[in-house]
C-alpha cells in the first residue's frame, strides 16, 4: 500500500516540484494538497485529481507523511505540530530560522522515531550525488565554493518571495545548499566566520574539525552575466571540482520522496539528509549570522 502523502504549500515550489514530485513518485500516494490560499490549493488538487484539504488539521488526519514548501518561518511551526502529531516529513532548507526552532523538531521527531528527509537538492542530483560519494574522505584542505544567482534581480519565479527579499537571505537560502556539500566532505564544522553582507553578497569561512577550510560566497541578487556555481576541493596532493549538471529539481524532489519511503518502510536505515542534520546546518548558519553581527569567530555548538 502506498504511503499517504500530503503537501503543504501552494507557491511555486510547491506547485511545480512537490505536488507533481510525489504523484510520480513511487511507494508514494498523494493524498492532497494545503495552503493558507485556499484557491491555489483547489487549483493544484484539481489539476492532479486529488482533495484539497481545508485545514491543517484535516491533512494531518489523512495522511502517513507531509512535504512541506512553505517559508521557513512558516514551516518552523507547522513542523513541529506534524512532528509531535506523529508525521514523517520531508523538510526544505532551512529547517527553521533558529536553531532552537529547528532542534525542538528535530527532538520531536527522534522522539516519536518518525522518518525525516531535508531537501538538499544538490544531495539528490546523481551526478553530485556520485561525486560526493566518490571523493568524500579523501584529504581534502580548503574548500571554494560560489553560487552567485540572480533569482531576486531577474523576473523569476522566485522574485516575489517574501523572505529571500530580506537582508541575509542569500545565507539562509543557499548556505544550507552548500553545507550539506561541505559537511561530507570536509567533516563538522567547529567555527564559522562570515562578513557583513555588502551588495547582496554574503561571505563567510568555515573551519572544520580536521583543520579544513571553506572560503564560500553566496548572493541571490547576481548580475545575470555574473551567475555562476562552482564548488572546487584541494588537498594536498589534487584539486577537483564538482560537476555542475543541468538540474531536474522535480525528478531530484521525487527522489527524495522515494527515499523517504524507503526509510518509512524499513528498505533504508538511514540517511544522511535527515532532520538532525537539518538542525545542525541550522546551527551553523545562526553562528555565520551572529559572526557577521559581532565582527568574530562564532563556535558551533557540537
Known amino acids: 500500500m502506498a504511503i499517504r502523502f500530503g503537501v503543504v504549500g501552494t507557491a511555486f515550489w510547491g506547485r511545480e516540484v512537490h505536488a507533481p514530485g510525489v504523484a510520480r513518485a513511487k511507494g508514494a500516494g498523494l493524498a492532497g494538497v494545503w495552503g493558507r490560499n485556499q484557491d491555489a490549493a483547489r487549483a493544484i488538487a484539481q489539476h492532479l485529481g486529488v482533495r484539497a484539504f481545508e485545514t491543517f488539521d484535516d491533512l494531518l488526519a489523512e495522511t502517513d507523511a507531509l512535504t512541506m514548501a512553505v517559508p521557513p518561518s512558516v514551516q518552523a ?165 564538482l560537476p555542475e549538471p543541468e538540474i531536474d529539481r522535480r525528478g531530484a524532489f521525487t527522489r527524495a520522496v522515494e527515499t523517504l519511503a524507503e526509510l518509512i518502510e524499513g528498505r533504508l536505515d538511514q540517511h544522511e539528509c535527515d532532520v538532525r542534520t537539518g538542525a545542525t546546518i541550522t546551527s551553523i548558519l545562526a553562528a555565520a549570522e551572529q559572526s557577521a553581527r559581532a565582527g568574530a569567530a562564532i563556535a558551533v555548538p557540537p
Open 77 to 241: 511551526g507547522l513542523a513541529l505540530r506534524a512532528a509531535e502529531a506523529g508525521k514523517h516529513m520531508i523538510l526544505e532548507k532551512p529547517l527553521a530560522l533558529t536553531a532552537s526552532d529547528a532542534q525542538a523538531i528535530a527532538d520531536a521527531m527522534t522522539a516519536r522515531g518518525t522518518r525525516s528527509i531535508v531537501f538538499f537538492l544538490r544531495r539528490f542530483v546523481p551526478e553530485i550525488a556520485a561525486a560526493i560519494a566518490a571523493e568524500r574522505g579523501g584529504d581534502w584542505r580548503k574548500a571554494t565554493v560560489r553560487v552567485h544567482s540572480s533569482v531576486m534581480a531577474t523576473a523569476s519565479p522566485y522574485a516575489q518571495s517574501v523572505w529571500r527579499q530580506e537582508a541575509g537571505a542569500a545565507l539562509w537560502d543557499i548556505g544550507p545548499h552548500v553545507l550539506s556539500v561541505l559537511l561530507p566532505m570536509l567533516g563538522p564544522v567547529e567555527r564559522v566566520r562570515a562578513q557583513p553582507e555588502e551588495g547582496g553578497v554574503c561571505v563567510f569561512r568555515t573551519e572544520h574539525r580536521n583543520g579544513a577550510t571553506a572560503d564560500v560566497s553566496l548572493t541571490l541578487h547576481a548580475d545575470p552575466a555574473q551567475v555562476g556555481t562552482s564548488y572546487r576541493f584541494a588537498s594536498p596532493t589534487r584539486e577537483i571540482a
